[in-house]
């Protein structure tokens, strides 16, 4: 596995075998950096997975993960070691494939993390570490109940524990007043929120990366060119607005008035007559 170290404005690429490496500042420590502590973190490479275990929180990601939980870590997702010193799986390229092929790799078990483009959920924690589940449903309900979807073995999480919705170029988490809450990055779901390509969701002990290739790669739709070129001093012209002068004709609007009165007054006496 290539493993990307970086410290500083340095950066160096190693490719580990299988096995465990541990990264700290002790001696025994297979991959060694000045300042850390001895065996800060441990990596459980098997193929192309790579699992993280650390004696202290870290960052990972997009949000900050505690200590001594095995945490599976997603191609490219990084590993913040300290400030200045990172870790982070160099990602393959991409392999696209189009939703039949996913279901059918699925059903066989040959699907890897990084071939689907359709929207996913990832297991992180726990000993469904590493399952992938394909969205391809408009709602998804996730709990520890059985009627939900995504059932998760986990007796921190309520039956119906969060509800996922898929809406053309959005996906929303909805928290369903589990009894230990729904986090969005570390940060707490009061109702409801939107997710974005990378997104980790805490239910309990379990976390779940939510990513989508579509959306990541998604662009906003430039406006068509006008189909007619319409000179813009003409435009200027028929769209300003008249300035009145009402003191030019404040006197002939009088006179006007004058003439008026007097016709009328005139048709008065003559019906009186």
């Known amino acids: 596995m290539l493993i990307e170290i970086g410290c500083g404005r340095e950066t160096t690429r190693a490719d580990l075998k299988d096995g465990a490496v541990r990264i700290g500042?002790?001696?025994?420590?297979?991959v060694r950096i000045a300042g850390l502590p001895p065996s800060l973190v441990t990596l459980r490479i098997e193929g192309e997975r790579l699992t993280v275990t650390s004696t202290e929180t870290l960052s990972i990601g997009r949000s900050m993960f505690p200590s001594h939980v095995p945490r599976l870590v997603i191609p490219g997702e990084l590993v913040r070691l300290t400030a200045s010193v990172t870790v982070k799986q160099v990602a393959a390229p991409r392999r696209k494939k189009g939703t039949a092929t996913v279901m059918r790799d699925l059903m066989s078990g040959t699907c890897?993390?990084?071939q689907?483009?359709?929207p996913t959920l990832t297991v992180l924690t726990g000993p469904d570490a590493g399952n992938v589940i394909p969205l391809a449903f408009e709602q998804l309900l996730i709990g520890r109940g059985d009627d939900c979807a995504l059932q998760i073995r986990d007796k921190s999480v309520s039956r119906r524990h969060a509800r996922l919705t898929l809406r053309e170029t959005k996906a929303i988490i909805e928290d369903l007043r589990g009894a230990n809450g729904t986090y969005l990055n570390g940060h707490a779901v009061r109702r409801r929120a939107t997710l974005s390509p990378g997104d980790v969701i805490e239910l309990g002990q379990t976390v779940l990366r939510f990513d989508a290739p579509q959306l990541e790669g998604a662009k906003k739709a430039s406006p068509?060119?006008?189909s007619v070129v319409v000179?813009?001093?003409l435009v200027a012209t028929l769209t300003a607005t008249p300035k009145l002068r009402p003191f030019r004709w404040l006197p002939l609007a009088c006179a006007?008035?004058?003439v008026a009165v007097v016709f009328g007054v005139a048709a008065v006496l003559s019906a009186l007559a």
Do not use: S
């Open 25 to 30: 500042g002790g001696k025994g420590d297979e």
């Open 112 to 114: 890897a993390i990084e």
């Open 116 to 118: 689907t483009q359709a």
């Open 224 to 226: 068509e060119p006008p």
């Open 231 to 233: 000179d813009r001093a």
């Open 256 to 258: 006007g008035a004058a």
